[in-house]
């Protein structure tokens, strides 16, 4: 529904904060990205302390405020926002379908900037608008030039269960926390917190000079920590067990069983409980699965993404592609995403190279590039034999992940349609507009669980897609209620559709959910 994430793209700002700055959003949605711009730290939190969401204790203020800087704070900078590249009505990422949709809908917004702006030519490629890469000089600024990659936008979700670095990597020069593709994402210290330092660096700057004070403002201490808090809120804030959950869906329950069973699959080992994290130790590893060397992209000098490492370093010093000469910086090592979240936001792997479905991703650990690297033969070491597993389990395990992530994006929607439900019971009619955007959010999760599940050949689940469509209906008609009795009745009976729906996929598969995914 490209219409209706695109309406919500122009982010309507937090009700508290923008009666606090005294304006109304432009069509543009620039004068309230100004205005909310303009508040100080202290403005934020006293706004975010008469937001309803705050009043009714569905949020804490602090994560309402770190919210409102993350969506609408530019730093002074070229009018991004984290916003921007982390949009919450796409999975807080990019992909071409919504490049595409914005740039109809709105071919001047920041995103763009790189087109508008002559001093910001080479802040982005044309891989943006073809593939949805950014561009990212993660080795350092020193040579624009030549020590740049093209990266996938990682969405934000669940990194309060991601981040924790495994020791198996080694202990020491290493980051605070795994951020970013290559795991080394973040300046100083390394962690999520400075990461927003990095993020406004290389994303919101005036002028490729990148001077702090000139071409955009650095974050405060209290910013930093109001924005972390934040995005640590975001989406699940727990691992599943996947040897309790028992699916409805045969062939999807047999992908289960797949995923965990090293004669088969073997994908336990690396994404424990469909996660981020090593089964070993519970914490997230950097590996060398082979991605470095699958169809990718390089900058104009052919230097290529070496992932994890490069800092510091003149010349390249790693043989991305097994070519026999030096063409890239880093180790070869790539930081482990969770999958829970995968078959919603394609493409895969750091440079977007496979895809857009999720049996593209499970087929890659079938190939050449998978058997022969560093981690394919750790795992042939460690059971005696290469990974092999026929065609038909591609099947099963993409119909199971497809199950997880269908089960999440319900989880989330009806969290949302839950607290529109509070609202509209203690307030009524009074900043009814937040009620509105946390029932378009729901609906947008609506559509990527109706998305996933619809599998031309044989689609899960049936009668939940049925059950979820009668679910859009009545938020349609909550949403246009003009009076709060009406939108009650409407959201009632949108929760009891979504959770028929969820009760289709199984048992046991328990999301805790962080209070972050209510902000906007």
């Keep these: ?50 937001d309803p969401r705050v009043v009714a204790g569905l949020v804490t203020r602090e994560i309402c405020a770190g919210a409102d800087i993350f969506f609408r704070e530019t730093f002074e900078g070229n009018g991004r926002t984290c916003g921007s590249c982390h949009p919450v009505e796409n ?53 624009l ?38 795991g080394d994402g973040a300046p100083g210290d390394g962690s999520l917190r400075q990461f927003l330092t990095g993020g406004i660096t290389q994303h919101l700057p005036k002028d490729l000079g990148r001077e702090p004070g000139v071409a955009f403002r650095l974050p405060t201490e209290q ?28 062939e ?51 230097v290529f993404d070496g992932g994890y490492g490069g800092k510091g370093k003149a010349e390249p010093d790693f043989d991305v592609l097994d070519l026999k000469f030096l063409n890239g910086y880093g180790d070869g090592t790539f930081n482990v995403p969770p999958i829970i979240e995968a078959v919603d936001t394609p493409p895969f792997f750091h440079s977007n190279a496979f895809g857009p479905d999720i049996e593209g991703a499970v087929h890659y650990y079938t190939l050449s590039f998978f058997k022969n690297s560093p981690a394919g033969k750790e795992l042939e070491k460690r059971f005696g034999s290469p990974i092999a597993f026929p065609d038909s389990d591609i099947i099963k395990i993409g119909r199971f992940l497809r199950v997880l992530n269908a089960a999440f994006n319900l989880d989330l929607a009806r969290q949302r349609l839950d607290a529109a439900q509070v609202l509209a019971l203690r307030f009524r009619d009074t900043q009814a507009d937040v009620q509105r955007r946390l029932m378009e959010l729901a609906e947008v999760e609506i559509d990527d669980a109706v998305k996933v599940m ?13 059950r979820l469509r009668l679910a859009k ?48």
């Design 473 to 520: 209906a009545e938020i349609a008609a909550g949403v246009e209620a003009t009076r709060w009795s009406l939108r009650l009745a409407r959201l009632s009976a949108a929760i009891a559709r979504v959770q028929n729906a969820r009760d289709q996929f199984g048992s046991n598969i328990t999301y805790r959910l962080g209070k972050g995914n209510l902000m906007y």
């Design 1 to 50: 529904m490209p219409s209706r994430k695109l309406s919500s793209l122009i982010l309507a700002p937090l009700t508290a904060v923008a009666l606090l700055a005294s304006c109304a959003p432009s069509p543009e949605g620039e004068h309230h990205n100004a205005a909310s711009s303009a508040l100080s730290v202290r403005d934020r939190l006293k706004a975010c302390e008469r």
């Design 252 to 302: 999807a329950n047999e992908g289960r069983l797949a995923f965990l069973d090293p004669n088969r699959g073997r994908c336990n080992v690396c994404h424990s409980n469909a996660g981020a994290n090593h089964m070993d130790t519970g914490r997230n590893r950097n590996l060398d699965t082979g991605t470095r060397t699958a169809p990718g992209t390089n900058d104009a000098f052919g």
């Design 223 to 250: 910013e930093l920590d109001l924005v972390l808090a934040y995005q640590m809120s975001l989406g699940r804030t727990n691992e599943l067990d996947l040897t309790k959950i028992k699916l409805a869906d045969p």
């Design 91 to 143: 999975n807080f990422t990019l992909d071409v379908p919504f490049i595409d949709a914005l740039l109809d809908s709105n071919p001047l917004d920041p995103l763009f900037i790189f087109e508008q702006e002559p001093e910001l030519t080479d802040l982005e490629t044309f891989e943006l608008k073809a593939n949805a890469l950014v561009r990212e000089n993660v080795d350092g600024f020193e040579d």
């Design 145 to 182: 030039d030549r020590k740049y990659v093209m990266r996938g936008v990682q969405h934000t979700l669940s990194l309060a269960t991601t981040i924790a670095p495994d020791p198996a990597n080694g202990t020491t020069d290493v980051p605070r926390q795994r951020t970013g593709w290559s």
């Design 454 to 466: 619809s599998i031309p050949t044989a689609p899960l689940h049936p009668v939940a897609i049925d």
